[in-house]
Nanobody, 122 residues
Framework: QVQLVESGGGLVQAGGSLRLSCAAS????????MGWFRQAPGKEREFVAT?????WYADSVKGRFTASRDNARNTVYLQMNSLKPEDTAVYYC??????????????????WGQGTQVTVSS
């Protein structure tokens, strides 16, 4: 079993930055593809970033967000810069077995964290 716990969300003004953390237990993150997704009120969950063999970002966050991992801490991060009000959502990290492809479909992920709220004010 893998347990994921996100932290680092909060309220920030437009243009600001936040760093989300996702601490994993039960298995090393080095063996997983890790994904970040978000869900705004009234909207479907959407892909944000994935890191495994390949790191990939949604067009809406490319150049502003950076996914990284610290295998020694068994933690993955999402650095979010130049935040916009439309980035407001609950952010989730997720894990799946590592593949060679780009995994942007939330249905492919097996383990999920509880989510952390990010609110960007204008």
């Amino acid at each position: 079993q893998v347990q994921l716990v996100e932290s680092g969300g909060g309220l920030v003004q437009a243009g600001g930055s936040l760093r989300l953390s996702c601490a994993a237990s039960g298995r090393s993150v080095s063996s997983w593809t890790m994904g970040w997704f978000r869900q705004a009120p009234g909207k479907e969950r959407e892909f944000v970033a994935t890191s495994g063999v390949i790191t990939w970002y949604a067009d809406s966050v490319k150049g502003r967000f950076t996914a990284s991992r610290d295998n020694a801490r068994n933690t993955v991060y999402l650095q979010m810069n130049s935040l916009k009000p439309e980035d407001t959502a609950v952010y989730y990290c997720a894990a799946k077995a590592k593949t060679l492809g780009v995994d942007t479909d939330s249905r492919e992920y097996d383990y999920w964290g509880q989510g952390t709220q990010v609110t960007v004010s204008s």
